[in-house]
C-alpha cells in the first residue's frame, strides 16, 4: 500500500546536494501499519469516561463567552451565568459524540494534498504555535514572517508533512494584521491544508474569505466543503476562554474543522497521575466536541488529547517521557471508544537539537503512533516545551517521520522477494553486491536518508566531522536556495492580495481575548 | 508489574550530583507490554520457513570444523568433506526445534540478577564488540582493558542494563590471555549473567572454570545450570567458521548458552530484500541450532537476527532505518513461529552522539521490542556499526532504555488515580501543584532522568549550555569516581586469581582461527 508512484521527488543529501532518486515512494496518505496498544485495561478506559462525564456534569466547565453559555444552555445544559459555570448532561455529550463525524475529508489546494481524517489512518504536522525560530547561523530569536515563510516553504517541500499549520508566530507583522499576512504566505507557497488562527470572529472570517478566494469556490461550496482547521486549546483545568469558544462557533457554522486539544501537563494544569489526566483531558475534549455539535450538528471536529508530566522538582513541562507515552496510549484508547479521528502530539523539551531532543520526540512519535493517532502534530521542529521551533531540528525529525511512512509502505514478500535463486547463485562467505537479484532492485530497495551519514570514521572526519545539527544546516539551506515555487495562480493572488490590502485599510482585525 | 520495590536505588542528575529517591521501580526482569507487531501476513512467514529449509537441504551450509561436519553427519545431514559442504535435512531441523529449550533460566551472581529468557520476557544489553571505546575527554581510541573496566562498572551501574557482555575489546592485552583479564573484570565487578568469547576450546574452557570459581559451583553443578552465553555469529552467506562452530559444540556440551545470530547486511552478505535476508539468516539461525541440539538435546541455545541494509551507493552499513525496522519485526515472526526465545538488535552508525546517533538506536530498539525480541543487544553505546562503543552514548541510550522499562510497568488506574475529588478541589483556571492527591504522590509519579535537561532556556544557558552529549560526560564520570565495588568474596578473588597465574605461567591460551 502506499507505493503509488511519485518519480520525481527530489530529495537533498546530507551535503546539500540535490539529487533525484526514481524511488516510488509515496508519503501522501499514511494508513498506520501497527494495531494499536492498550496502556489501560478496557474496563478502566470505561472507568476513565464515565468520570469525565461525572466531571461535566457535576463540575462542569467554566465558559467566559456569553454566546457560548447561551448556546449550552439552550442544548439543555445547567448555565449559572453568575459563575459562568456551565454542567452538561450525559445525554448531551451522548448526542454529539453520535453526530460528530467518523470520517473527515479535508480539501487542499491540489487533489493529490487532501486528507481523509478517520482512525486507521495517519497524518503528521511538523511543530507549531512557538515564539521563537532557531538555527544554527542566526540562532535563537523572536520568529518573524521570514521565518514563517521559511518554514512554510520547508514543511511544502517534506510530503511526510501533510498540513500547513503555524509553526512560529510571525512576530514582526502587528497582531491587528498578522492573519492576513500567515495565510497569504501559507496559501501562496503551499498547497497543503491550511490551518487558520481562532482570535476572534473579525480574524476567522477573513481567514475564511482568503482561502475561498484562493481556492477560487464560491461561499456555498466553501461552507460545504472542508478547506481549513483550527487547534482549540483549552485552558485547563476545566476552562474555556473567550477566542477559544469563539473559534469553535465560528468554525463549526462554517462546515470548517476544529481540533479540540486539552493541554493537560500532569501535576500543573491536571492531576498528577496519568489516568487523572486523562480523565481531565477527556472531559474538556468532550466539553469542546459539544459545542460545535450543538452548534452544526456533523460539524467536522477532531477529538484531541496533548498530556505529559512536569519535572516536580522545577514544575518544568517535559516530554517524550515514560508518562507522556503513556498518556498517549491511554488517550487512543478514549478516542477508539468514541470513535472520532483524533489528534496526539509529539514533544519535547530540549533547548539544542542533540541525542536528548531525537530521543524525545521519537519516544513521544511512537507514544502517538502506537496510540493509533490520526493526526500527529508536533513531528518535526518543536523544541523547547514548544517556545521555538529549529531549522535544523526539523531537518532531523524529518528523518523520522519519513521513517514511520516507510514503515506503512507494504515489504516485498513474493517468491522472487525471497531470492532462494541468489541465495543458489552467491557461494558461502560470498556476497551479493554483484547478484542479478541485487541488481536489480539496489537503487529502490533502500530508504535514501534525508540527513543521516553513514560514512566510516575516517571519510567523516575528511569531511569536515559534522554531527547531524549541522549537516541539516546544508538541508534547509539548499532546499531554501531554490527558487520559491508559487502555487497560486496569478488571478487569484491579485484577488487575495486586493482583500488583505482592502482590509488592512479598514484597520484590520485585532484578536479578541 | 515489575513494581517490586528497590528503594535505595541511587541515581546521577545530570549536573553529575548523585541523589537519592525512594521511587519503587524496578528493571529487573522486565516482561514486554506491546502486542508484537508483524510485518509480512503468516502465509508468507511461513514461506520464509521453507524456503530456509529448502536453503539447509539443497544448498547447505560451508562448515569449516571437521568435528562440526562429523557431527551433522552422524546426524544425518549429507556432508561432502572436500567441498566442506552440509547438507541438513528438515527432519533434522524438526528434531533441533522440538528439542530446543523454550525457557531458560540463567544464573548470575546474585538471585536478583537471574534471568529467565522466554518469549514474552525482555532482556536489554549493553552495545558490544567494540574495537574502540570514545568519550568527550580522551577522544576516540583503541579501547584497552581499562576502558573494557569502566564499562563493566557502568552496565553494573545501571540496572536496566541486565548481563555483563563484551563491550568492547581489551586491546592492550594480548590475545592469549586477553579472556582472563576480561573475565575476570567481569567477575569481580559486577554480579550480572556474563558473556564469554567463543575463541576456541582452550578460551572457552577456561572462561567455564573461572566462572565455576567465581560462582563457587563444582563441575557438576555447573554443567546443570546455565552460568554463561556466548555469542555465535555465522560468516554470512552460508559459512560457519572454525571457532564458531567450536563454540557452539563446547557451549552446548557444557549445557551453557549460545545466541545464534547471523549478521546479514541486505545487499551485502545477504540478499538485497527483508524477506531475503530474513531467509538467509533464519536457515543459518537454524543450522547453528541444530548443532547446539546435535551434541546435547535440550541444550540452551537461542535464536539470533541481526540484519540490516547497506548504503547502496557507499556499502556502508546502515542502522535504524526502515528496513532495519522491518527486518526486526520479522525475524519476531519467525521466531514466534519456533516458539524459541530470541535475540534482536539495535543498532547505529553514526560517528558522534548526536541526533542521527538517538534516533538510529531508538528507531531500531522499538523495531526489536515491537517484535517481542527476548534479548536486545547493542541497546546502550553502540557506535560507528559497532567499531566503537561511546561511554556518553551509553549514558543517553540508557535512558531511552529506562524508559522502555517504565513502559513495561503498570500504570496506576485504581479509582483514586482517576482523581475525580483532585478535579472538584482545583478550580478552573487553577493548577494541581498543591492538591492533595498530587502532595501524596509527587514524588514517586514520574520517571526522574538520567541525563535529560528540562530546565527553560535562559537557565541551561546559565548553566553553560552543555548538550546531552556534554552532560553525560558528567554522569559516567561521576558513576566511576565512586570507589569501585567487589562482587567476589575474598577466597573465589584468590582462588580465580591463583588459576590466572597458573595458566599465565602454562602459556595461557591463544584464539583459535
Redesign the interface.
Known amino acids: 500500500m502506499n507505493q503509488a508512484a511519485a518519480p520525481h521527488r527530489r530529495r537533498h543529501r546530507a551535503d546539500g546536494e540535490p539529487r533525484h532518486t526514481p524511488r516510488p515512494t509515496d508519503y501522501h496518505r499514511l494508513r498506520n501499519?501497527?494495531?494499536p496498544?492498550p496502556?489501560?485495561?478496557e474496563d478502566?478506559i470505561e472507568?476513565?469516561h464515565r468520570?469525565a462525564l461525572?466531571?461535566l456534569e457535576?463540575?462542569g466547565?467554566?465558559v467566559l463567552l456569553p454566546e457560548a453559555r447561551a448556546r449550552f444552555k439552550a442544548a439543555g445544559a445547567l448555565v449559572d451565568d453568575a459563575t459562568q459555570?456551565v454542567r452538561i448532561g450525559r445525554e448531551i455529550v451522548d448526542a454529539a459524540i453520535a453526530s460528530a463525524p467518523r470520517s473527515i475529508h479535508l480539501i487542499a489546494g491540489a487533489p493529490h494534498r487532501d486528507l481523509d481524517l478517520e482512525l486507521g489512518m495517519l497524518t503528521i504536522l511538523a511543530g507549531a504555535g512557538s515564539p521563537h525560530a532557531t538555527d544554527l547561523v542566526r540562532g535563537?530569536r523572536p520568529a518573524t514572517l521570514a521565518d514563517f515563510r521559511d518554514m512554510v516553504r520547508l514543511v511544502q517541500h517534506f510530503d511526510v508533512l501533510h498540513m500547513q499549520n503555524q509553526m512560529v508566530e510571525a512576530q514582526d507583522i502587528p497582531i491587528h494584521t498578522r492573519h492576513y499576512a500567515v495565510a497569504e504566505t501559507k496559501l501562496t507557497l503551499s498547497d497543503k491544508f491550511p490551518s487558520l488562527y481562532a482570535r476572534g470572529t473579525p480574524q476567522v472570517a477573513d481567514g475564511f474569505e482568503m482561502i475561498r478566494i484562493a481556492r477560487g469556490v464560491t461561499p456555498e461550496a466553501f461552507r460545504s466543503g472542508v478547506y481549513a482547521y483550527t487547534v482549540i486549546n483549552t485552558?485547563s483545568?476545566?476552562?474555556l476562554d473567550i477566542p477559544m469558544a469563539q473559534g469553535l462557533i465560528d468554525f463549526a457554522a462554517a462546515g470548517q474543522l476544529s481540533i479540540v486539544t486539552p493541554f493537560c501537563l500532569?501535576?500543573?494544569?491536571?492531576?498528577?497521575?496519568?489516568?487523572?489526566a486523562l480523565?481531565?483531558s477527556h472531559a474538556e475534549a468532550l466539553a469542546g466536541i459539544v459545542l460545535t455539535q450543538i452548534v452544526r450538528p456533523g460539524a467536522p471536529v477532531c477529538y484531541g488529547a496533548f498530556a505529559s508530566?512536569?519535572?516536580?522538582k522545577?514544575?518544568?513541562?517535559?516530554f517524550?517521557?515514560?508518562?507522556h507515552?503513556?498518556a498517549n496510549l491511554?488517550a487512543g484508547q478514549l478516542a477508539r471508544k468514541l470513535g472520532l479521528p483524533w489528534r496526539s502530539a509529539a514533544g519535547c523539551?530540549?533547548?539544542?537539537?542533540?541525542?536528548?531532543?531525537?530521543?524525545?520526540t521519537?519516544?513521544s512519535a511512537?507514544g502517538a503512533i502506537?496510540a493509533g493517532c490520526t493526526v500527529l502534530i508536533h513531528g518535526a521542529g518543536w523544541m523547547?516545551g514548544g517556545?521555538?521551533v529549529g531549522y535544523e531540528?526539523l531537518i532531523?525529525d524529518v528523518?523520522?517521520m519519513q521513517?514511520f511512512a516507510?514503515?506503512c509502505a507494504a515489504?516485498?514478500?513474493d517468491?522472487a522477494?525471497?531470492?532462494?535463486e541468489?541465495?543458489?547463485e552467491?557461494q558461502?562467505?560470498?556476497?551479493?553486491?554483484g547478484?542479478a537479484?541485487?541488481m536489480e532492485?539496489?537503487?529502490t530497495?533502500?530508504?535514501p536518508?534525508v540527513?543521516?551519514?553513514?560514512?566510516?570514521?575516517g571519510t567523516?572526519?575528511e569531511r569536515g566531522?559534522k554531527?547531524?545539527?549541522h549537516r541539516?544546516t546544508g538541508v534547509w539551506q539548499s532546499i531554501l536556495a531554490e527558487p520559491a515555487q508559487t502555487f497560486l495562480e496569478a488571478a487569484r493572488a491579485e484577488e487575495l492580495s486586493a482583500f488583505i490590502a482592502k482590509r488592512t485599510e479598514q484597520g484590520g482585525a485585532p484578536p479578541v481575548s
Open positions: 501499519p501497527f494495531p496498544v496502556v489501560f485495561p478502566r472507568a476513565m468520570t461525572r466531571v457535576e463540575l466547565m467554566k459555570m535563537r485552558n483545568p476545566r476552562q500532569m501535576g500543573a494544569m491536571a492531576p498528577v497521575t496519568v489516568a487523572g480523565v481531565l508530566n512536569v519535572d516536580m522545577s514544575g518544568a513541562p517535559a517524550g517521557t515514560p508518562e507515552v503513556k491511554g523539551a530540549a533547548n539544542v537539537n542533540d541525542a536528548q531532543a531525537a530521543n524525545e521519537q519516544m511512537w502506537l523547547e517556545l521555538t531540528k532531523t528523518e523520522t521513517i516507510e514503515l515489504t516485498p514478500d517468491d522477494a525471497l531470492a532462494f541468489a541465495l543458489a552467491v558461502p562467505g560470498g556476497h551479493f553486491f547478484a537479484h541485487t532492485r539496489y537503487q530497495a533502500f530508504y536518508p540527513v543521516a551519514d553513514w560514512s566510516n570514521f567523516w572526519t566531522s554531527d547531524a545539527n541539516a
